[in-house]
Structure formats: C-alpha cells, structure tokens
C-alpha cells in the first residue's frame, strides 16, 4: 500500500517523537490483598439426631463409662458454674437431671443410652465462624522399657515436675483468656520463661533430683510426652503408669513442620510412624530435629485407673476426646463423623466425651481421639489426621447463640 509524502512525515514524526520522550516506569503489580481471617469462634445450629451420620448405629453404651466419669465429676461443682465460653453450654444444674438419668442406665444397652440422649439432649452442630469441618487426630497411652534407676540402656531420663515450675491458668485472671495457660519460674518476683527442650537436654535440670525413671530409648520418651501418658516396663516385668504432671511453658511445635521444611519427608507423608521411622534411621540429627519442639513435659507415677485426662477422670478408649477448652467444656458429649485412619472408604462415627486437652489441639473443630494403649491403638493414632465434623450435645433447655 502507498503511503503519500503528509502521511509519511506524519508517522514520522510520531516516531520520532516517541523516541524523544522518556519512557513510563512500568506500573508496578500490586499483589491481591488477601481477607484478614476472622478470629477463631465458635459457631452452633441446632439439628436433629435423624441428622447425625450412623447414629442409628452406633455401640452408644461403650460410651457409657465415659458419660458417668463425667458427669460425677460436673455435679460436684456449684449448680451455677458456667459450662463452656460465656455459659455456652449452660450451667452445672443444667446438667444434674440429664446425669441422673445416665447413672440409673444399664451397662451395655445400647438402645436404651440412645434413647435417653435423645430424650435428654439437643444436637448442636460446632462450627468455627460457619466452617463446619475441622481436623482430627488421635493419641494413645505410650509403651516404653525402663528402670528406677541409671543403668546400661536406659540412659534416658523422664523428669518429674520441677518445685520451681509455676504454671497459670490465665481464665482465673481474665475471662476471655479462659482455657489459656502459661508457665514459668519466678525470677526477682517476675515470671520468667522455663528452660525449654533444648535446655532440658543440655543439662538445666541435672542435679535437681527430678529423675522419675530411666527409659531405653529418647525418641520413645520424646513421643511420649506428645501422648502425655504411658506404661513402662521394668526389668522386672512389672508396670509402672506415668501420666501428665505439667509442662514447661513453651509453644508446641510439631517437628513433622521442620522435617518437611527440611525436605526429609514430604507433607502428605507425615505421620507418626514415619516421623519415627526418620529419626531411627537418623540418630545423628534426631536430637537437633526434636529439639526443635521447645516444649517439654513432665510426668508423676499414676496408682489405679488411667490414663487421666485434664478433666481429672480416666480415659476410655475410642470414646474420650481431647479438644480445646478455649471453646468446649469438659463432659460434653460430643457426636464424631470423620475419615477412618486405618479403613479407607470408612468413617468413625460415634458418642465421645470431651475429657481431655493437648497442647497441639486449637480451635472450635478440632479434636484428638484417645484410642487406648497398644499396637492397634498406636497405629490408629499415628495415622490420623482427618477431615471430619462434630456436634455437641447440650441438655435440652439450654440455648447458647444460634451462627
């Protein structure tokens, strides 16, 4: 195509123009801004038990041991204690008529536990803001060998609570920090920070006399503190039950977070057992990777049934759980529909009791399940890690917000 002589000077001068001016910077990108996540809350809606999944079916009076050690324990305290954030879930006398009822029930019949629930209780399905799915793990009472003493193998101290540990529920103080705690040793009459895991290993308690027992091997007492109970074998062959009896102050972290950042294992391979596995087959870096956990726990000789759970009753297997105090009360029972750890293409869907808490167990939908003492039972809680929902129920007349 012929351009003619006034175009051509045009265009020209265009470009030419253009080669004079300076270039525009480049508009810089500006990345998305993201929503600020809402604080953790817990969110409630009313529902049925037709509602529930596999409600109909459950072995509901396995859960019945579970439901009396809790509610002898509620109906001890004033009948006009709050239950839960803000009285949530009611008061104690709320529950003193349900718990009667309980008590009166025969072991083992599953129809009629099932039918006084119903009777008794509203389902309530928890969610955080809404989100009614939340994670849930389990936990289990640990098997360990050990001696009284520090002899050949078992070089491996489990400590007893230090005199100097103060630890402090911070809900007596403030009531919206109820369910929080920390921990520490008074300094110049200021509380200052424990001596945290890599401390503890170092050194910082040697010569204090705390020594409970010695074990055989440290990634065991490592993963024991993680349960928080366990029975230890002795040369003898007799038992001793070791349970819970404080912790040193400093934050959780689970250190299947550092061997991922490491590139040790992949995320959708972290488990119990192959956190395990890695540190077995690494004795060289075990010690550094565990003590990347700065939290520590000590532990006292337990007589009689147990293990105990925070809610100073013994657990029962498959039907007690652990979940945060910060948004549910202790003798809840709560209704669980989650993936199964071990059968794929199952669920677990039964009546828990929320009895206990963990340092790892954050949020209004999160729960860990105690599945007992054993190899079945370590294997199902060193699996799991599934999505699932719960419900609590509350006594009937109880009406906490409705999300």
């Not at 009531?175 to 705690?181: F, Q, S, T």
Request: aromatic share 8%; hydrophobic share 40%.
């Amino acid at each position: 195509m012929r351009i003619s002589p006034l175009a051509a000077l045009f265009a020209l001068g265009l470009l030419a123009g253009c080669a004079q001016q300076p270039a525009k910077p480049p508009v810089p990108s500006v990345p998305p801004v993201e929503a600020e996540k809402p604080a953790a809350r817990l969110t409630l809606r009313p529902v049925r038990f037709a509602d529930l999944p596999g409600w109909s079916v459950d072995r509901t009076a396995d859960a019945l041991p579970a439901l009396l050690k809790s509610c002898d324990r509620l109906v001890k305290q004033p009948a006009d204690r709050a239950l839960g954030p803000n009285g949530t879930m009611g008061r104690i006398g709320d529950w003193t008529g349900p718990c009667a009822v309980i008590a009166k029930l025969p072991a083992g019949d599953h129809v009629a536990l099932r039918r006084a629930v119903e009777e008794l209780f509203q389902p309530w399905a928890a969610g955080d803001n809404g989100n009614e799915e939340g994670l849930f793990t389990g936990y289990y009472e640990s098997a360990l060998r050990g001696s009284p003493k520090r002899q050949g193998k078992y070089q491996t101290p489990l400590y007893k609570r230090p005199s100097d540990l103060v630890m402090v529920d911070l809900g007596e103080f403030r009531p919206n920090l109820k369910g929080e705690r920390i921990a520490g040793r008074v300094v110049d009459g200021q509380l200052k920070p424990y001596a945290d895991r890599r401390s503890i290993e170092a050194g910082a308690l040697n010569g204090k006399g705390l020594e409970l027992l010695y074990v055989d091997d440290p990634v065991d007492a490592f993963f024991l503190q993680i349960q928080g109970s366990g029975r230890v074998t002795l040369p003898d062959g007799s038992q001793i039950r070791v349970g819970y009896d404080g912790q040193n102050g400093q934050p959780y972290f689970a250190i299947g977070r550092e061997l991922v950042a490491r590139g040790a294992l992949a995320k959708e391979d972290v488990s119990m057992q192959s956190i395990r596995a890695w540190l077995e087959a690494n004795p060289s870096k075990a010690t550094d990777v565990m003590n990347t956990n700065p939290s520590f726990v000590f532990f006292r000789r337990l007589e009689g049934e147990g293990p105990l759970g925070a809610q100073g009753v013994a657990l029962t297997p498959g039907r007690s759980l652990a979940v945060d105090r910060t948004f549910i009360a202790y003798g809840v029972p709560v209704w669980l529909d989650a993936e199964d750890p071990v059968q794929a293409k199952t669920r677990v869907r039964r009546l828990l009791v929320a009895q206990d808490t963990g340092g790892a167990i954050r949020g209004p939908v999160r729960g860990d399940v105690f599945w007992g003492h054993g190899a079945e039972a370590e294997q199902r809680a060193g699996l799991m890690k599934s999505s699932g929902r719960y419900w609590l129920l509350l006594p009937k007349g109880v009406t906490p917000p409705v999300s």
